[in-house]
């Protein structure tokens, strides 16, 4: 009882690994600008869904002064006020035995562009101020003309001040932030008070469906290659713009030639899925199945066999499946292969 214990919980673990590693492809659905007294823009990107809030995540001071030393080294007083400048600060390793990662600031000049919001709803011009961009990480951007401005910055109080415009994006009682993506406008005034100027939630695509599927594969059990036919109902369920996890049912045709016969065993299979990317653009589904076998042909299998198998999607089309075989409750286990090809 020991053993199977243990192989249970190594398959568990390694499902689980995805969920506790770090996913370097986010996507950030909301936005927050808050228009600062001293003429600048902040830009703050996050999945906000009430919990997550500002006050908690977003670290503008240290970042900011962080910048602002390593700009002090390359003696530039101040930028060109007839150019508009994208300044991006990321992280890499620019050797690979390098232990630590490299900061480094890119500075591009691109064409100056100033777009102004007309929300249809309201009689209001939402601008946002500055040539210049800082992006000082994924989630925080800050729109400047001089360098100036950013120094100032660091005599804020943003503690309060993001505490503040939590408030005031939280205060409505029906907001849908939790279900879809939105912009907000906040102006900040010189005591650090908050002013909600105006919200736009956005459509999202809606990822609360149930889908119908059909597939074939090729499985290896005991050596032998098997092919089957299966089909699948899922009940797919999101947040905002991502479709994060799935309940299936399904229903397997393997047909097996081992002994020379066209024996079909006939197997049903629950099925968790989980999405671990932040882009809706790019998934990254794992999956964990139990499957039973309710009608048994040949000799390949014996009865009351049940299997449990960790599904990877590489892409739409294909997935991958290890599985571990066994009899009875956990009795006899043996691996197995598949791979499925979703029509």
Same mark, same amino acid.
């Given at each position: 009882m020991?053993?199977?214990?243990?192989?249970?919980?190594?398959?568990?673990f390694?499902f689980? @690994?995805?969920a506790?590693?770090?996913?370097?492809?986010? &996507?950030l659905?909301?936005?927050?600008?808050?228009?600062?007294?001293?003429g600048?823009?902040?830009?703050s990107?996050s999945?906000?869904?009430?919990?997550?809030?500002?006050a908690?995540?977003?670290?503008?001071?240290?970042?900011?002064?962080?910048?602002?030393?390593?700009?002090?080294?390359?003696?530039?007083?101040?930028?060109?006020?007839?150019?508009?400048?994208?300044?991006?600060?990321?992280?890499?390793?620019?050797?690979?035995?390098?232990?630590?990662?490299?900061?480094i600031i890119s500075?591009d000049e691109?064409? @100056?562009?100033?777009?102004?919001?007309?929300?249809?709803?309201?009689?209001?011009?939402?601008?946002?101020?500055?040539?210049?961009?800082?992006?000082?990480?994924?989630?925080?951007?800050i729109?400047?003309s001089?360098i100036?401005?950013?120094?100032?910055?660091?005599?804020?109080?943003?503690?309060?001040?993001?505490k503040?415009?939590d408030?005031?994006?939280?205060?409505?009682?029906?907001?849908?932030?939790?279900?879809?993506?939105?912009?907000?406008?906040?102006?900040?005034?010189?005591?650090?008070?908050?002013?909600?100027?105006?919200?736009?939630?956005?459509?999202s695509?809606?990822?609360?469906?149930?889908?119908?599927?059909?597939?074939?594969?090729?499985?290896?059990?005991?050596?032998?290659?098997?092919g089957?036919?299966?089909?699948?109902?899922?009940?797919?369920?999101?947040?905002?713009?991502?479709?994060?996890?799935?309940?299936?049912?399904?229903?397997?045709?393997?047909?097996?030639?081992?002994s020379?016969?066209?024996?079909?065993?006939?197997?049903?299979?629950?099925?968790?899925?989980?999405n671990?990317?932040?882009?809706?653009?790019?998934?990254?589904?794992?999956?964990?199945?139990?499957g039973?076998?309710?009608?048994?042909?040949?000799?390949l &299998?014996?009865?009351?066999?049940f299997?449990?198998? @960790?599904?990877?999607?590489?892409?739409?089309?294909i997935?991958?499946v290890?599985? @571990?075989?066994f009899?009875?409750?956990?009795?006899d286990?043996?691996?197995g292969?598949?791979?499925?090809?979703h029509?």
């Amino acid at each position: 009882m020991t053993n199977k214990i243990v192989i249970l919980s190594g398959l568990l673990f390694l499902f689980s @690994i995805k969920a506790i590693a770090g996913n370097e492809s986010k &996507f950030l659905s909301d936005t927050i600008r808050m228009q600062m007294p001293n003429g600048t823009t902040i830009e703050s990107r996050s999945n906000y869904n009430g919990k997550n809030v500002l006050a908690d995540h977003l670290d503008i001071k240290n970042l900011l002064s962080d910048f602002l030393s390593r700009w002090g080294t390359l003696n530039i007083k101040e930028l060109d006020s007839n150019k508009a400048y994208h300044i991006k600060c990321t992280k890499q390793k620019e050797y690979i035995h390098l232990k630590d990662n490299q900061n480094i600031i890119s500075i591009d000049e691109v064409a @100056i562009q100033k777009r102004i919001y007309f929300p249809t709803d309201t009689a209001i011009a939402l601008v946002i101020k500055g040539n210049n961009k800082l992006e000082l990480n994924s989630k925080l951007a800050i729109y400047f003309s001089s360098i100036k401005q950013l120094e100032e910055l660091k005599e804020y109080d943003f503690s309060q001040i993001l505490k503040n415009t939590d408030t005031e994006v939280l205060k409505n009682e029906d907001w849908h932030l939790k279900s879809s993506p939105f912009v907000a406008w906040v102006k900040i005034q010189n005591d650090n008070t908050a002013e909600l100027v105006h919200q736009n939630n956005t459509l999202s695509v809606n990822n609360d469906m149930i889908i119908l599927t059909a597939g074939t594969s090729l499985e290896n059990v005991k050596g032998n290659w098997n092919g089957s036919f299966y089909t699948k109902m899922t009940i797919q369920l999101g947040n905002k713009s991502l479709a994060k996890q799935a309940f299936s049912l399904g229903y397997e045709w393997m047909y097996d030639f081992s002994s020379g016969k066209e024996n079909i065993n006939h197997w049903v299979e629950l099925g968790y899925q989980r999405n671990f990317s932040k882009n809706p653009n790019k998934g990254d589904w794992y999956g964990l199945n139990l499957g039973y076998l309710v009608k048994r042909n040949g000799d390949l &299998f014996e009865k009351d066999s049940f299997r449990l198998g @960790i599904e990877k999607k590489i892409n739409e089309n294909i997935s991958i499946v290890p599985q @571990i075989y066994f009899n009875d409750f956990f009795k006899d286990p043996y691996p197995g292969f598949k791979i499925k090809i979703h029509l």
